[in-house]
């Protein structure tokens, strides 16, 4: 299934609503007003551009998602490392350890992850 794009403001909507699902979209833009500052002109909007987009859905004012945040997660992260680092998990790797660091925890985690892929 491809995921349809997801930008920055709609994602933290979206890390909302999975918190929250299934929820009455009155209830939701509450929510959006209390902890993303949103009107409830900017939720509705947000919520009719996220159902055209087949992301989530809002039927009878029950607002549920379409897409796991696990598959939303995976596609940004696809898009991040084709467009930024041309698909190569390596020089994603190593930027992100030099601009953050790795720690001696982190580094075993990693060695563990890749014995655990090279094992399938």
């Not at 349809?4 to 933290?12: A, L, N, V």
């Not at 992260?77 to 930027?95: H, R, Y």
Request: hydrophobic share 40%; glycine share 4%; net charge negative.
């Amino acid at each position: 299934m491809d995921i349809p794009k997801i930008f920055d403001s709609e994602y933290r909507f979206c890390l909302l609503l999975w918190e929250v699902e299934p929820v009455n979209s009155t209830t939701l833009v509450k929510f959006a007003r209390e902890r993303l500052g949103w009107s409830k002109a900017t939720t509705y909007t947000v919520i009719r551009r996220l159902c055209e987009r087949g992301v989530i859905r809002n039927e009878n004012a029950t607002v549920t998602s379409l897409v796991t945040k696990a598959q939303v997660q995976e596609a940004r992260m696809e898009e991040l490392m084709d467009g930024t680092f041309e698909g190569s998990v390596p020089a994603f790797v190593a930027a992100f350890a030099h601009h953050r660091g790795v720690t001696k925890k982190e580094l075993e985690d990693i060695r563990r992850l890749i014995d655990e892929f090279e094992g399938d």
